[in-house]
Structures are given as structure tokens and as C-alpha cells.
């Protein structure tokens, strides 16, 4: 079934009120979209989920069944790169001269380039501590090397 | 009724009965159980919690004994602006010197102003509700 087809029957079964959708980077393997659904009187709720391809990501958009996903894949589309095709997605929360997209793993966050991380001292020390030349420090998880002010 | 009216009775009965329980509203500092170990500011996702401090060394309490050198908190500062109340570091002290407390109203028109330090930090401890009853037998 395509993804159109499932979120179609899932709504066709009750669950008929769309709460998101949201993407996953999973890195070499793609991306993974994520919708959930709830069904307002037996109280249930459904995850769908669709692997789509790293190179040219898209995947059909669902608006014709909820108009609320209009917002939700137009984030998706400008945090992720991913397309919804049938759906002329516009910048929801970026700018349109902001360059790249900020939820994909590789993305590197400016913010996080221009402060230095707290969790870089060490018991008994403060910020003038850091500027102490040549001490090995521990590095925020999950930034590349030589991140952060230096 | 109306999902409208359901959402406002909803409401009202919060308003009397007060927030449920475990509620996250802001984050308290108890600074004496705090040991400067530094694991809330390095596990926080957001990068919120500041701390900083130094080192003191204490004479030795016997004759014989060693001084000591100890941490001690210079600044405690979370930035409320950027939690997400994730509640990590609650779970992550292993000192038991944060704690969740239900209340919410610290709204502020200046960012800034969501800067708690540790003065504030400790003012919450004030509305930490008492931890729930051990289970079973445990706790008698
Ligand atoms: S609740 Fe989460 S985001 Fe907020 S200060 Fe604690 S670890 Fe950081
Ligand atoms: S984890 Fe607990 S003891 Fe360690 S620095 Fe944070 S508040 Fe203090």
C-alpha cells in the first residue's frame, strides 16, 4: 500500500483526527517520516511510518485528507529536505534566504559553534578556567572535533 | 458536550484541584546536596545549566589527618528559556539536589528574566511537594 493509501485507510478506520508528522534522520538509511493519528472515540492512537530514500527524499502528501498536515510538511519539508509531492510547501519557520536544513543530523548548528558548553568544566572550576591554555576537555556528545570556541 | 466544553470543565477543575501530580513546572536547587559533580550541565540536551565554582582546601579534621579539597558552587544558573523540561537532569543528579516543582508562574516579558540563579533556584524548593509514599511494605 502507498503511504497516500495508508494514512487514507487508517482515517477511513476512525482515526480521524491528525495530530503530526514529523521526519527522523536515520542517517545512512534515509529518513523516516512519522504521522500519528487519533481516534477521538475509541480513544486509540497510530503511528504510521514511511522510509524514505537519503538522495531526493520525497514522499505524497496527505493534505488532501487532513488539511492540518499543511503545517507539519511544510516543516518537514524546510527542517528536512524532504518533498511532498502535490503540495507546493512554502518556509513555515525559516526564513526563505536561510541556506540548508537544520534538523538532519549533518547539519551543523551555528549556535551550538558560537557557545562554548557548560559541561566543559570540571568540578571546582569556572569560565575563566577555560581560557587555561592546553588542558585536554571533554566534548559536548554528538558535535564534531574542535567545535566551539576554542 | 462539545470538545470545547470538555476542554473548559477540564480546566476548571484544575483550577481547584491544583496541577496533578508530578507535575513540571520549574526546577529547584537544593545546594546542599549539590557536589559541584558537574553530570546535570553535561547531560542537559540544551545546554541550559551554568556552574561554576572552585576548589578550597580544608585542614585536616584529625591530628593525623589529610586536607581536603573540596568544590565549592560559585554560581548554579538554568536557563529556562532554552528547557525543555526533559527532566534529565532531576534524573541524572545522583545527590538528589534538583527537584521538580509544580509551580509555572514565572512568566517574564524579558528573555533574560528566564535566567534562574541560584538564589531563585532555591526559592522553588518552597513549592516541592513531598515525595510519594514507597510502595508495599518497603516503607514502613
Ligand atoms: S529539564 Fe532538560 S533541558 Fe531543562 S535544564 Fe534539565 S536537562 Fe536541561
Ligand atoms: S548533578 Fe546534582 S550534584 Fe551534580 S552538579 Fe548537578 S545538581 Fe550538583
Not at chain 2, 527537584?99 to 516579558?109: N, R, V
Request: hydrophobic fraction near 40%; proline fraction near 9%.
Amino acid at each position: 500500500m502507498t503511504w497516500f493509501d495508508r494514512v487514507q485507510a487508517a482515517r477511513d478506520e476512525g482515526f480521524t483526527f491528525f495530530d503530526f508528522l514529523t521526519a527522523v534522520d536515520l542517517e545512512a538509511e534515509g529518513f523516516e517520516v512519522v504521522l500519528r493519528l487519533w481516534d477521538p472515540l475509541r480513544h486509540k492512537e497510530i503511528l504510521l511510518r514511511e522510509q524514505v530514500p537519503r538522495d531526493a527524499p520525497s514522499l505524497p502528501t496527505v493534505t488532501d485528507l487532513f488539511k492540518g498536515a499543511g503545517w507539519h510538511e511544510r516543516a518537514t519539508a524546510e527542517m528536512f529536505g524532504i518533498a511532498f509531492v502535490g503540495h507546493e510547501t512554502q518556509r513555515l519557520l525559516l526564513s526563505e534566504a536561510f541556506d540548508g536544513t537544520p534538523l538532519r543530523k549533518d547539519f551543523v548548528l551555528a549556535a551550538r559553534v558560537a557557545k562554548r558548553w557548560p559541561g566543559a568544566k570540571e568540578p571546582g572550576e569556572s569560565d575563566a578556567d577555560l581560557q587555561a591554555p592546553s588542558r585536554r576537555r571533554l566534548q559536548a556528545p554528538g558535535t564534531p572535533k574542535d567545535w566551539g570556541p576554542q | 458536550m462539545t470538545p470545547y466544553e470538555i476542554g473548559l470543565a477540564a480546566l476548571r477543575a484544575s483550577k481547584e484541584q491544583g496541577p496533578p501530580p508530578r507535575s513540571r513546572g520549574v526546577i529547584a536547587l537544593l545546594e546542599e546536596n549539590c557536589t559541584v559533580c558537574m553530570l546535570c550541565a553535561r547531560e542537559c540536551p540544551d545546554w541550559c545549566i551554568e556552574i561554576d565554582s572552585h576548589k578550597e582546601t580544608v585542614p585536616p579534621r584529625t591530628e593525623r589527618g589529610r586536607p581536603r579539597v573540596l568544590h565549592r558552587l560559585d554560581r548554579f544558573a538554568i536557563d529556562f528559556g532554552l528547557c525543555m523540561w526533559c527532566g534529565i537532569c532531576v534524573e541524572v543528579c545522583p545527590f538528589d539536589a534538583l527537584f521538580w516543582s509544580p509551580s509555572f508562574e514565572h512568566q517574564t516579558h524579558e528573555a533574560q528574566d528566564l535566567v534562574h540563579e541560584r538564589e531563585q533556584l532555591r526559592e522553588w524548593l518552597g513549592s516541592v511537594p513531598p515525595p510519594p509514599l514507597l510502595e508495599g511494605t518497603s516503607g514502613t
